[in-house]
């Protein structure tokens, strides 16, 4: 994945939410790119905070300055998937066990779609919650090996890896836009604060 290489560098310190909203036509400049370079120009315009990462130490570094830089390190944080928890146990954050009282939620995702800038997730991440019942800030962990053009390719991805079941309450985030004040905690109900960090794993 060389263009993550290209645009952020192999050590990049800041993520772009540069957006325009008055730009009606702002995702047509993506068509035809490849899946990974479409979802980083339309994800970053969503106002989503992007941190590329080469590998699994500059994840832990991400995700250990997004803590600090955020003073979540005393704060509660919703963790619904157990592969997630385990994986990052050592950083001792402080779950919480109603979406109501955590700070944050850290989670994964289904899959990033290009054509949007928009994250695909189901039950496997937020359980049966709707969106305006999680927190308003997030921090998803996901892999370049995610990437897919579209939702109806997204959902194709569901349903081939689910061998048994189905996941129910599958849906889209894609509104990341911060106020102006820079409040974490006075986001509109329909807007996320999301960092996503992203790993190479091709």
Known sequence: MSVFRKIFGSNTDASKSKTDENDQSKFLETKGLPADEAFTINFNKNGGKFLYCENNDEVQNF????????????????????????????????????????????????????????????????????????????????????????ISEGLQGIKAQSKTKIPSNITTIKHFKANETNDFLSYGSSTKNLYLLLLEDL
Do not use: M, Y
């Open 63 to 150: 995700l250990k300055n997004i803590i600090e830089e955020n003073n979540w390190d005393k704060k509660k944080a919703l963790i619904l998937n157990k592969r997630l928890k385990e994986k990052f146990k050592h950083f001792k954050l402080e779950a919480s066990q109603k979406a109501k009282d955590a700070d944050f939620l850290f989670t994964t995702c289904e899959s990033l779609i290009a054509n949007d800038g928009s994250l695909l997730i189901s039950s496997n991440q937020i359980a049966e919650k709707k969106l305006v019942e999680l927190p308003e800030n997030f921090i998803v962990f996901a892999t370049t090996s995610q990437f897919v053009n579209t």
